[in-house]
């Protein structure tokens, strides 16, 4: 007995270790959103954007220097900030094993549908000279590109529209400052629908694009991620934080910017629900939820706007406050 819980501790230990370690290191992990590469983007995106609102004597923030208009003290060290930074190594954990238990993949819909079709698969599928190798490989990187991205737009679009998800989803809305860490600010329940709907999406295409077209061929990578996803990777990190990048009037119709991001976390009652898409506006602009941000800067708080938001300041609260919505008289009292 004493043996087995000496092995859980060790294992306990271990665990803790290697993946808060693997948070912490996320700067040198190539696959990590986090990999240096995108936080010196964000940074030399950041640096110009400032350059040029000074260039034009606009007033972005402290009218000063590039570390008052986008490090300043009152962003990285606002109580909100502060939970980010807690919440993101806790997070690491938790998401580390229920990952390892619960996740939901591209490759596990696909080995549904391949055990509840088999016939299908037999039937229907085409050699893999069908299309030419490399057009048929920038077929698929497209394809999938657009599957997991309405994926993202109706996954984030459930959170908004489902009561008992909405309050999940508050967690990441609580956010009173954005910093790139402000990404992680998610709830596990949250964190699941955003990357089990997708699945379902990009298992079925992936399924289906073996099954019916070519399945000698998969889609472009970089870097360890999707070779769009890697691309855009280069500017997300301004969607949380307080830089105003928008692609202007005409290319804001199609793609999301960190402007119509940034809009989207506004605690203007105008502003709620609107630009709930992962790359391209398309889906928002068919739903009703798009929202155009300007050029230039706008400013507004950030947050919920129902007055709740200095409530969100411990860990507690960001992982309990949700579970009121079915057991409100235990959890209060």
């Known amino acids: 007995m004493e043996l087995i819980s000496s092995n859980l501790i060790d294992q306990g230990v271990y665990f803790v270790v290697l993946h808060a370690g693997k948070a912490l290191a996320a700067p040198l992990i190539m696959q990590s959103e986090l990999y240096w590469v995108y936080l010196f983007s964000g940074f030399a995106i950041a640096w110009l954007v400032w350059k040029m609102y000074l260039v034009r004597q606009a007033t972005y923030s402290a009218s000063g220097s590039f570390r008052q208009s986008f490090f300043s003290r009152d962003i990285w060290w606002h109580p909100s900030a502060r939970v980010d930074y807690k919440f993101y190594l806790l997070n690491a954990l938790l998401m580390a094993w229920i990952s390892s238990h619960f996740w939901v993949t591209e490759q596990t819909v696909v080995s549904w549908l391949q055990a509840v079709l088999p016939a299908v698969n037999t039937t229907l599928a085409l050699e893999a000279t069908a299309a030419p190798h490399l057009v048929s490989r920038l077929v698929l990187t497209l394809l999938f590109f657009v599957a997991y991205d309405l994926g993202r737009f109706v996954a984030h679009s459930l959170l908004h529209d489902i009561a008992w998800l ?9 956010a009173q400052v954005l910093t790139p860490l402000t990404a992680f600010r998610v709830h596990p ?17 992936s399924w289906a694009y073996a099954r019916w077209i070519d399945p000698s061929v998969t889609f472009f990578t970089f870097m360890g991620f999707h070779a769009l996803v890697w691309l855009f990777n280069l500017v997300d990190h301004l969607r949380h934080w307080h830089v105003w990048v928008s692609y202007g009037p005409a290319l804001n119709r199609w793609l999301i910017s960190p402007a119509h991001h940034q809009l989207h976390h506004s605690a203007n009652p105008e502003h709620w629900g609107c630009n709930r898409g992962y790359e391209l506006a398309i889906w928002d602009r068919l739903y009703g939820t798009f929202m155009q941000p300007s ?3 706008m400013v507004f708080a950030k947050g919920l706007g129902d007055g709740t938001d200095g409530q969100w300041h411990t860990l507690g609260a960001l992982f309990l406050r949700p579970f009121n919505y079915f057991w409100p008289q235990r959890l209060r009292s």
């Open 166 to 174: 909405w309050e999940f989803h508050k967690v990441h809305h609580s």
């Open 189 to 205: 329940v949250d964190l699941a629908v955003m990357a089990w709907v997708p699945a379902l999406f990009t298992g079925a295409l």
């Open 295 to 297: 050029v230039t800067p």
